[in-house]
């Protein structure tokens, strides 16, 4: 199976700031990596897939980069609504089995 | 737009069967492209795949589930179900149904999931 590890697993910021967190596959993926929301009560909501591509109505401040191993999900001008939610990646490169990452919680300084 | 929605009962005894249904509205489980699938989350914790079914039957599934999951798919009524058995308390979790894309293989929409307990 391959493993994906998020870092960090917890980041604290304000409105405004610039965050970026971190996602590695145990073994290359090419850019086959998507990013998800998920808020409290709520069911994941997918961001960005491809590694880089940007889900139709995702706002154009999160934006995802990688290929290979290592990805990142950058989140510009944090939002109020950017907070208290964990950030998941998920890799679709094998589907035996799809794997994600453990998430990531972003909360609020 | 697609939308999912999960259903079945939120209280399973030990040892019994989960049975849980993911009823489609807004586009047809027999669309070509597209798989359907099942994911779990443990109370606090991360995301599992569990399996997810194309329309004309075949399956895939998460290794450590297969000998107790089936997952079927029922075109007529635009549905697709999840049978898991001789569950244990390791099976308490969120269930959610989502849409898997064939290629790229991202999970979209998801429904907003159903909270099963397995608990005498």
């Known amino acids: 199976d391959i493993q994906m590890t998020q870092s960090p697993s917890s980041l604290s910021a304000s409105v405004g700031d610039r965050v970026t967190i971190t996602c590695r596959a145990s073994q290359s993926i090419r850019n086959y990596l998507n990013w998800y929301q998920q808020k409290p009560g709520n069911a994941p909501k997918l961001l960005i897939y491809?590694?880089?591509?940007l889900q139709s109505g995702v706002p154009s401040r999160f934006t995802g980069s990688g290929s290979g191993t290592d990805f990142t999900l950058t989140i510009s001008s944090l939002q109020p609504e950017d907070f208290a939610t964990y950030y998941y990646c998920q890799q679709s490169f094998s589907t035996l089995p799809i794997t994600f990452g453990q998430g990531t919680r972003l909360e609020l300084k | 737009q697609v939308q999912l929605q999960e259903s079945g009962p939120g209280l399973v005894k030990p040892s019994q069967t989960l049975s849980l249904t993911c009823s489609v509205s807004?586009?047809?489980?027999?669309?070509?492209?597209?798989?359907w699938s099942w994911i779990r989350q443990h109370p606090g914790r991360g995301l599992e795949w569990i399996g997810y079914?194309?329309?004309?039957?075949?399956?895939y599934y998460n290794a450590p589930l297969k000998s107790r999951l089936s997952i079927s798919v029922d075109t007529s009524k635009n549905q697709f179900s999840l049978t898991l058995r001789s569950v244990t308390a390791a099976d308490t979790a969120m269930y959610y149904c989502a849409r898997l894309i064939n290629w790229d293989y991202y999970f979209d929409p998801w429904g907003q999931g159903t909270l099963v307990t397995v608990s005498s």
């Open positions: 491809g590694a880089s591509t």
């Open positions: 079914i194309y329309y004309n039957g075949i399956t």
């Open positions: 807004g586009g047809s489980v027999s669309s070509d492209g597209y798989y």
